[in-house]
């Protein structure tokens, strides 16, 4: 990830970390959320990245969910359509939304 600093950071710097904080994830049945905002700035890709999210379903994650953090109204559902295409591409079959805080899954088409 390339953000406004130009610095470059890639997964495998903090990957003991980041899978340790996705095991805790996983073991407390909490959801991963793709935050499509990432896609109208700089950087470029969702956060977090493609590969953090498919080493999640890896790990045995199940819930995923998006969201694209609009701050103004032109943004919302922004990017949501290849946060699903990303989310099936790492091998979900299924996104996560919250009816009175319990997780159901909905089908990805």
Do not use: C, M
């Amino acid at each position: 990830i390339v953000g406004d600093h130009n610095i470059e950071i890639g997964y495998e710097v903090y990957e003991e970390r980041i899978d340790s904080v996705l095991r805790a994830l996983i073991q407390k049945d909490k959801a991963l959320e793709v935050n499509t905002s990432g896609l109208r700035q700089k950087i470029g890709e969702p956060l977090p990245s493609a590969v953090v999210i498919k080493r999640f379903h890896e790990l045995g994650g199940k819930y995923v969910t998006i969201g694209s953090d609009a701050h103004r109204w032109a943004d919302i559902g922004s990017g949501v359509e290849e946060g699903l295409d990303l989310i099936k591409r790492a091998g979900f079959d299924s996104f996560t939304v919250f009816i009175n805080r319990k997780p159901k899954l909905l089908p990805l088409a």
